[in-house]
């Protein structure tokens, strides 16, 4: 996690709610704090995780995003907390936010550079869609979840496949078809998810 040094009395670039609590209401929004160029798509979005480049001076960065957000991350030097729980991404971790959920970090070392991927999806691409009702009911995007996603470097393969799959669709050009494809990639790695947790609580059982 890099995080840019704001010049004093530089406007912040986005509104922030009490107690220092970013809004993202969309994709741009968190494109703009985070650095990055503007998106491809305003709905959906892959994003290398190595490039975000905080545009704040703060040690401690809480958020409410209003889109859903799958993370596979590494080598972040500080804290992550989802709900009342707090992950380190030492080790290749998958996080899931939903809209409207409070994320947490503090920054520990701003020298090492995280790696990673993202993937945004905003709930109006997905309307009148069927994933629409069912992302609801994956229970990693809920703050009860009290276990991170830890995967293996197979898995890691998969998943960053999966959104790569993704990236290259919105890239190309847009037509009636696109929706579907991405929606089509977008089911196969939440089951898969589904099923790397599924594997990482029979492992620790046995």
Known sequence: LRVKQVAFGEAPPLHMKAKNIYTFDT????????????????????????QVEYQTDEKEISWI???????????????????????????????????GQVVHLTVENHDVRPTGILLFVHPDFLWNTPLAR???????FGYAVNEALFMS?????????????????????IDKFSQNIIIA??????????RFYERQFITRKK
């Open 65 to 99: 995003q209003k889109f859903y957000s799958i993370g596979l991350k590494r080598n972040i030097q500080g804290k992550f907390r989802y709900g009342q729980q707090q992950y380190d991404f030492d080790e290749g971790l998958m996080s899931f936010v939903a809209p």
């Open 27 to 50: 994709i741009g929004e968190f494109h703009r704090m985070s650095g990055l160029p503007k998106p491809e798509h305003p709905l959906v979005g892959v994003v290398d995780y190595s």
């Open 153 to 173: 470097d197979k898995e890691e393969i998969v998943v960053t496949g999966l959104m790569q799959n993704i990236q290259r669709e919105y890239h190309a050009n």
């Open 134 to 140: 069912k992302i609801k009911q994956y229970e990693f």
């Open 185 to 194: 990639q977008l089911e196969l790695l939440l089951s898969y998810c589904e």
